[in-house]
């Protein structure tokens, strides 16, 4: 494996069910690009020292401006763009079933969080197949939650132009 910096990093999780991570290489210390690499990780802003293993992929294809913070917060204040970021969202859908009826509340952990609610129902002469209730409420509740997304977008676009703005789906 061989990273330059600004290459990102994925590490999925060594644990069943564990958080994927992703960062951007922010020191190769081999000038061939051997590990071990400095990664600074977009979820939490660590950085630590990776020895990547077979559960690590290295993505060329889009190198990710690597600054430092201090440089990143003046661009930003001015104004200006530092160059292409990277952020993770988490989505998380919680499940409630009962008597043929299912529900799917959906929330998105970043900046902003939000949360949105589906529902579905079985008719009653339909048999009990709980995976299509949850497949139907979680689709649902993704789907206001999008609807939700884009109408805080909209918020933010009309306080940062001084007007009313639309955003189209």
Same mark, same amino acid.
């Given at each position: 494996?061989?990273?330059?910096?600004?290459?990102?990093?994925?590490?999925?999780?060594?644990?069943?069910?564990?958080?994927?991570?992703?960062?951007?290489?922010?020191e190769?210390?081999?000038?061939?690009?051997?590990?071990?690499?400095?990664?600074?990780? !977009?979820?939490?802003? /660590?950085? *630590?020292?990776?020895?990547?293993?077979?559960?690590?992929? $290295?993505? #060329? =294809?889009?190198?990710?401006?690597v600054?430092?913070?201090?440089?990143?917060?003046?661009?930003?204040?001015?104004?200006e763009?530092?160059?292409?970021?990277?952020?993770?969202?988490?989505?998380?859908?919680?499940?409630?079933?009962?008597?043929? !009826?299912?529900?799917? /509340?959906? *929330?998105?952990?970043?900046?902003?969080?939000?949360?949105? $609610?589906? #529902? =579905?129902?079985?008719?009653?002469?339909?048999?009990?197949?709980?995976?299509?209730?949850?497949?139907?409420?979680?689709?649902?509740?993704?789907?206001?939650?999008?609807?939700?997304?884009?109408?805080?977008?909209?918020?933010?676009?009309?306080?940062?132009?001084?007007?009313?703005?639309?955003?189209?789906?």
């Amino acid at each position: 494996m061989k990273a330059a910096v600004g290459d990102r990093i994925v590490t999925a999780s060594g644990v069943v069910g564990g958080a994927t991570r992703d960062g951007v290489v922010v020191e190769c210390p081999h000038g061939d690009g051997s590990p071990p690499y400095r990664v600074r990780w !977009s979820d939490d802003g /660590e950085e *630590t020292l990776v020895f990547p293993g077979t559960d690590t992929v $290295v993505d #060329h =294809a889009e190198p990710v401006f690597v600054a430092d913070d201090a440089a990143n917060a003046t661009d930003a204040a001015a104004g200006e763009t530092a160059g292409p970021r990277t952020l993770t969202w988490q989505v998380e859908i919680t499940l409630n079933e009962s008597s043929g !009826s299912t529900t799917a /509340e959906a *929330t998105v952990r970043g900046l902003p969080e939000v949360r949105a $609610v589906g #529902h =579905a129902r079985k008719a009653p002469e339909d048999p009990e197949v709980p995976e299509i209730g949850d497949e139907i409420a979680a689709a649902r509740a993704l789907r206001r939650l999008a609807d939700r997304l884009l109408s805080v977008a909209e918020n933010d676009v009309s306080a940062a132009v001084g007007h009313k703005a639309h955003v189209h789906a």
